[in-house]
């Protein structure tokens, strides 16, 4: 360079002109901009070099200004066509000739800013610049298209952002509830990066705090004040993929054949299907066979047979497997199966005929089973009934209906037995929380009524047989199983208070069940084998036993080996626990708003155990609602302890409570 030299280079990232003043050093030289600001540059960081005359700082405007002339984009398309024939490389000063038919300093420097600043058509190589291929620039231009989509569904996104902030009703589009659900993640898993998330929302003037984000997204109406948080963080399907209804519709309007041709019928046997009223999947049915001049009675449990519309691998089997489990939550049920299916032809509804897999049992005088047969059938369900209708009927010993006198007498026969055979029974208040649409909380209180003993022990039964046959037969089903629990001695268990504060105790010693492919004792069911078989529309591991079942009564080959049932039920297990923790969650949640919402109320608490007795911290039972709750005390208490409490503090989203004594309250 000589002084008066006027080059190009970068500052930041920013391309500038500026005079070439005075050497500093051995390689360096200070260069003046047109704002007379000096920069100490390397001759490597010169990008151009403007030939022809000498400059003054001054002169860099009226350059600029003549360059601008030259400036038109569109014109470098033009020489991309005419130069990609040859595939040649250009230079700007040829660049210049071509477009321009000159050689001067200003036109020779556009020709530069038009390929140095190009993205599209032409990339550097040397000295020069080559121009792409067709096929580059076309997926180039795709590129920046899309690219500048993005930018324009972002400002758009922004825009109606503001809008929804401001009250403006907004009908968000597919690509802004991409990026809603975005933002969310910053309330679902706040130890990840949000970037993308927090840029949008510092453009709004908001803070990017979980908490803050959370109020945001209710302000807007993208989630509601009660948002489950828990289901959302969950891997839990809250809809159905469209595949998935696609094949529910067919099987609703062109049913499957059914591979059970010789079903048993058993439409003359009256049918009782027991349930809460709210219960919209009716999946067993209980009924009486009177044999013989005895009149012995053969009960007969019927299991809701969905299998019979499902085949293993299909679409509808690959969706539950993946939910592992039908959801039951306060604000409502998420099906395993499609609504449609689960509540219509896969359920045992009232009237109609349907298809059953039927477990026939007769009983010992002592409840021990005698003998049984297990049998895909054909039933007519009689009466829909509630359990407050069965215990109804016991009370008032209904002539008419002898079969549920006799369900009762071989429920308590099997209760009696199991009990032989060292159940552990453990009777803890339970509830009920049910949110209506209105968002109205309701906590009912689950008596331990008869009814409910009796359908129990039904179920208990059906699975000692189903545990019995593919004991018999040596087949791989999910077993279920628990082990011996180590409990107190009987001694220190009489020391405790009678009723919740007991049977707590003896909970807290309870192993956690277990599933495998073998038989294995169930300690607190009093069994050596069992399997679950009587919820094939809500439990994923009772359709597998079906499907194995069936097979085999049918004398065809297995549908799953053993260690492909092994490989299910490991990956059912962990969908199934993660279920089971949604719903604990969600029901801790409402149960604290139905508190906040009720903090007026006394409640009647019983000291139910001890969390940490030297800090006073403990468990209090909430007698009217069934509600266990951590509680701190201020004064010395002791299990068994009856107390008048009242919530003085409670926010259920973020999971905290605190009581005080009525007595303390009013002082």
Not at 50 to 76: A, M
Not at 423 to 442: C, L, R, Y
Not at 446 to 451: T, V
Not at 552 to 572: K, T, W
Request: hydrophobic share 35%; glycine share 4%; net charge negative.
């Amino acid at each position: 360079m000589e002084k008066g030299t006027l080059i190009e280079f970068r500052v930041q990232g920013e391309h500038r002109l500026a005079v070439a003043d005075h050497p500093e050093g051995k390689k360096d030289w200070i260069v003046i901009d047109s704002e007379g600001q000096s920069h100490k540059i390397r001759p490597q960081r010169v990008e151009y070099t403007v030939n022809g005359s000498l400059y003054q700082p001054s002169d860099i405007p009226s350059f600029i200004d003549n360059v601008e002339s030259y400036l038109d984009p569109d014109s470098l398309e033009v020489a991309w066509e005419i130069l990609i024939e040859d595939h040649e490389a250009v230079t700007p000063q040829e660049l210049s000739e071509l477009l321009f038919s000159e050689k001067e300093p200003a036109s020779c420097y556009a020709a530069h800013s038009l390929l140095s600043r190009d993205k599209i058509y032409f990339k550097k190589k040397g000295d020069g610049y080559e121009p792409r291929s067709a096929n580059q620039v076309a997926e180039i231009k795709h590129q920046l298209e899309v690219q500048n989509q993005k930018e324009q569904e972002k400002e758009q996104f922004i825009v109606h952002l503001q809008q929804a902030i401001k009250g403006e009703s907004v009908n968000w589009s597919d690509s802004e509830r991409i990026r809603l659900e975005t933002i969310a993640k910053i309330v679902l898993y706040p130890d990840q990066n949000h970037r993308t998330a927090q840029e949008v929302l510092a453009s709004v003037n908001k803070s990017a705090d979980p908490q803050k984000v959370f109020y945001l997204l209710v302000q807007i109406g993208w989630w509601s004040e009660h948002e489950n948080l828990f289901l959302l963080r969950s891997s839990y399907p809250i809809h159905f993929p469209q595949k998935v209804l696609n094949v529910s519709q067919s099987r609703l309007t062109s049913p499957v054949n059914d591979s059970n041709s010789d079903r048993l019928d058993l439409t003359h046997l009256k049918v009782y299907t027991i349930d809460d009223e709210s219960t919209e999947e009716i999946d067993d049915g209980l009924s009486v066979e009177y044999l013989g001049e005895e009149k012995t009675c053969r009960l007969w449990i019927h299991i809701a047979d969905p299998t019979r519309l499902v085949t293993p691998g299909d679409e509808l089997d690959l969706e539950a497997r993946r939910r592992s489990t039908s959801l039951y939550l306060p604000t409502g049920m998420i099906s395993m199966f499609p609504t449609e299916l689960a509540t219509g032809p896969m359920s045992l509804v009232q009237g109609q005929v349907c298809s059953a897999l039927s477990f026939g049992v007769t009983l010992d005088e002592s409840g021990a089973i005698l003998d049984y047969v297990i049998r895909p059938s054909i039933i007519k369900p009689t009466y829909r009934l509630t359990y407050h209708d069965v215990d109804e009927m016991l009370e008032l010993g209904l002539t008419n209906e002898p079969e549920i006198a006799d369900l009762a007498k071989s429920a308590k026969k099997r209760r009696e037995w199991r009990k032989s055979q060292g159940s552990i029974q453990i009777q803890m208040p339970e509830s009920s929380i049910k949110v209506k649409e209105n968002e109205e909380i309701t906590i009912e209180l689950l008596e331990g009524s008869f009814s409910r003993q009796l359908v129990a022990e039904m179920m208990i039964l059906t699975g000692e047989v189903a545990g019995k046959y593919a004991k018999e037969h040596n087949l791989p089903l999910p077993f279920r199983g628990q082990p011996q629990p180590e409990l107190p001695p009987e001694e220190e268990l009489l020391l405790l208070p009678a009723g919740p504060v007991r049977y707590c105790a003896v909970r807290r010693c309870m192993p956690r069940s277990e599933m495998g492919t073998t038989p294995m004792r169930h300690a607190s069911l009093g069994l050596d084998s069992y399997i679950q078989v009587t919820s094939p529309i809500r439990r994923y591991t009772d359709l597998l036993a079906h499907f194995q079942l069936k097979a085999h009564l049918r004398g065809h080959d297995l549908p799953f080996s053993l260690d492909a049932l092994q490989e299910i039920l490991y990956s059912v297990g962990t969908s199934a626990y993660e279920a089971t923790l949604v719903e604990r969650q969600t029901n801790r949640y409402w149960g604290l708003e139905y508190l906040r919402r009720n903090a007026d109320i006394i409640w009647q608490a019983l000291v139910l155990r001890w969390l940490r007795e030297e800090d006073s911290l403990g468990i209090i039972l909430l007698e009217d609602l069934g509600l266990e709750l951590p509680h701190r005390f201020n004064r010395a208490v002791n299990l068994g302890d009856r107390l008048e409490m009242k919530v003085s503090l409670v926010d259920p989203h973020r999971d905290e409570i605190r009581f005080q004594e009525a007595i303390s309250a009013n002082l």
